[in-house]
């Protein structure tokens, strides 16, 4: 299986500044059709999970623009910039290259 | 709008099996694979599955075969899970998500369903 470690926050974060959260594959997650299946999620306190980006780099649709992703085939990066309360929750890389899909453990985000 | 909604939480004895579903609106439920997600307490998601509504085929996590089934009835929209031989390891929330087939991202989510597993 793809195992996916994702790295730890200095939290808390003060408001209005940026926060990276980092992601790393055991594998390559580019594909031959040149897009790499790498996607983030955003589970708040209480809720599903919810899709932030895809393909490494693609937003959902309705996601800030304040949240971006890049990377290459197996080292992740999700920014937030200017954070806001509504940020908090715990933020989930996962592949979605070959079965079966795995997740990160979590990357937890909190805000001062 | 698209929904994904699950029933309700479940209390179960050690050994039952459970059947979760998963009801789909706002969308052509035959075009989207659904997948099954596990979150223990405080932890982490596992995929568990998916299945393909228009053809019933499904891909399991290795880990889960045995463990889950998963079913559709196409005529409601509605996508189930069946969990047997239940241990306490099997007490967690599990979540229905979906896949435009091809796409690889899941882009809604059910609200989850709790399963405690307690004699």
């Known amino acids: 299986d793809i195992v996916m470690t994702q790295g730890a926050l200095p939290n808390p974060v003060p408001s209005g500044e940026s926060a990276s959260i980092t992601c790393q594959s055991s594998?390559?997650?580019?594909?031959?059709?040149?897009?790499?299946?790498l996607n983030w999620y955003l589970q708040r306190p209480g809720q599903s999970p919810q899709l932030l980006i895809y393909?490494?780099?693609t937003r959902a649709s309705g996601v800030s623009d304040r949240f971006s992703g890049s990377g290459s085939g197996t080292d992740f990066t999700l920014k937030i910039s200017r954070v806001e309360a509504e940020d908090v929750g715990v933020y989930y890389c996962q592949q979605f290259l070959e079965f079966p899909f795995t997740f990160g453990s979590g990357t937890k985000l909190e805000i001062k | 709008q698209v929904k994904l909604l699950q029933s309700g939480a479940a209390l179960v004895k050690p050994g039952a099996s459970v059947k979760m579903s998963c009801k789909a609106s706002g969308y052509t439920f035959t075009d989207y694979w659904v997948s099954w997600v596990k979150q223990s307490h405080g932890k982490s998601l596992e995929w568990i599955g998916e299945?393909?509504?228009?053809?019933?085929?499904?891909n399991f996590n290795e880990k889960f075969k045995g463990k889950a089934t998963l079913t559709v009835d196409k005529s409601t929209s509605t996508a189930y899970m069946e969990l047997s031989r239940l241990t306490s390891e099997d007490s967690a929330i599990y979540y229905c998500t979906r896949e435009l087939t091809g796409k690889r991202y899941f882009d809604y989510w059910g609200q989850g369903v709790m399963v405690t597993v307690s004699s």
């Open positions: 393909w490494m780099s």
């Open positions: 299945i393909y509504p228009n053809s019933g085929a499904t």
């Open positions: 594998k390559s997650l580019l594909y031959s059709d040149g897009k790499t299946y």
